[in-house]
């Protein structure tokens, strides 16, 4: 059984065509996009409970939380696909439920995510914006993983552009460029542009994060609706593979709009409450004082 599963497994690894089935184990096919997928939020998870336990506070609470985030998560990731995409499932109902077959969109994951945790926060008296300082970091840090997963499908690409664009132009390895070249024609590789751009995300947002005083209770989190809304919203228009609404591009649109929230409230919070805590100050002690002075 051992010799079978690596005999399956291991074709997988030819970089120059990479099969987006890593292997199959009782007739069943593990796919490449959903390994990297689960890989990119088991990281996130373990830093993220890492995160809280430094800072003193219950991560079985957290975990509760996230535990029921993540499914809601990816319902809410196919049905932002198939709202957008409505024509044709209406005439495919019984697809809907297919998404084995491909068709999810992250916007409509992290939306129902941030909702579900939203609300479980409120419910168990969870400070918000310090779980979203404490989370955004990392979801950003899956976000720029997942995008192998894409690479891999060769899907999420852009337009068409020559193999001496990406070879002499970007400089990019081997194994991307033949990954780019689908059905006879090269494309421009956007799942890396948005990858390296939410990594490099991911150390900006760590740094001023743990900077002593620089970003206050709630700060990185809305940092995050800038920097990922900010670079998704000028990959989107390379993009051959959109949601429309309209003449619209809705990821455009719906970054935009976070870059514009993110910066207002970023503004508001500054100007208007100026009694915030920083986040490098912020922990299990400093909310117990917090709560004890209040009470007092």
């Known amino acids: 059984m051992m010799t079978t599963l690596l005999g399956n497994l ?16 009782l007739g069943i096919e593990i796919r490449w996009y959903g390994i990297i997928i689960a890989l990119g939020m088991f990281l996130a998870v373990e830093l993220i409970l890492k995160e809280i336990e430094r800072k003193g506070f219950d991560s079985d609470q957290v975990m509760d939380m996230i535990m029921w985030a993540i499914p809601i998560g990816f319902i809410g990731a196919r049905l932002y696909y198939v709202i957008f995409e409505w024509d044709y499932y209406r005439e ?16 409509g994951g992290v939306i129902a995510g941030a909702l579900t945790a939203i609300i479980y926060a409120k419910r168990h008296e969870m400070k918000v914006s310090f779980l979203a300082d404490v989370i955004m970091p990392y979801l950003l840090l899956a976000q720029g993983i997942g995008r192998w997963g894409n690479f891999v499908n060769q899907e999420a690409h852009g337009g068409p552009v020559s193999e001496s664009f990406l070879r002499e132009a970007l400089h990019l390895p081997n194994f991307i460029v033949e990954q780019m070249f689908i059905n006879g024609q090269y494309y421009h590789p956007t799942f890396l542009y948005e990858s390296l751009w939410n ?5 900006v947002l760590l740094f001023l994060r743990h ?4 970003l206050k209770l709630g700060e990185t989190g809305l940092l995050y609706l800038v920097w990922y809304g900010t670079g998704r919203f000028f990959i989107e228009g390379l993009r051959t593979d959109s949601l429309y609404l309209g003449p619209i591009r809705v990821s455009q649109a719906l970054s935009l709009v976070l870059v514009v929230v993110g910066i207002a409230l970023l503004i508001y919070r500054r100007s208007q409450k100026s009694d915030l805590p920083y986040y490098s100050d912020y922990d299990y002690l400093s909310k117990r004082r917090a709560q004890a002075k209040k009470s007092a």
Do not use: C, R
Not at 92 to 107: F, H, K, P
């Open 10 to 25: 291991l074709p997988s690894f030819n970089l120059l065509t990479i099969d987006p089935v890593a292997f199959s184990f």
């Open 92 to 107: 495919n109902l019984g697809e809907i439920i297919a998404i084995w077959q491909g068709g999810i969109a992250i916007y």
């Open 199 to 203: 990594i490099l995300g991911v150390g």
């Open 211 to 214: 900077h002593h005083k620089t």
